[in-house]
Nanobody, 118 residues
Framework: QVQLLESGGGSVQAGGSLRLSCAGSGRTFSMYDIGWFRQAPGKEREFVGDIRQTGRSTYYLDAVKGRFTISRDNAKRTAYLQMNNLKPEDTAVYYC???????????WGQGTQVTVSS
């Protein structure tokens, strides 16, 4: 079993940047794809992007392409979500999750709040 803990959320003005971290427990962190999701008030949770086990492949929601970057450091058992040029519509609770290839995301962190003011 993997436990995930997000950190790095906060409040910024539009155009600002934040970097979220997702720290994983256990020695098998490198076996998992890491996904980032977000849920805004009154909306369903949506996929933001993910990164494969090796870090060689990443995928992003169209709305964040060119602004958000996902990376990982398997030696540190940590994944990152670098968010630049933030917009008010990026305001949400951000979650990281992990999965083995071919399976659903089934291990989730507790979430971290990101608030972007105009």
């Amino acid at each position: 079993q993997v436990q995930l803990l997000e950190s790095g959320g906060g409040s910024v003005q539009a155009g600002g940047s934040l970097r979220l971290s997702c720290a994983g427990s256990g020695r098998t962190f490198s076996m998992y794809d890491i996904g980032w999701f977000r849920q805004a008030p009154g909306k369903e949770r949506e996929f933001v992007g993910d990164i494969r086990q090796t870090g060689r492949s990443t995928y992003y929601l169209d709305a964040v392409k060119g602004r958000f970057t996902i990376s990982r450091d398997n030696a540190k058992r940590t994944a990152y979500l670098q968010m630049n040029n933030l917009k008010p519509e990026d305001t949400a609770v951000y979650y990281c999750a992990c999965r083995l290839r071919g399976l659903a995301y089934n291990y989730w962190g507790q979430g971290t709040q990101v608030t972007v003011s105009s």
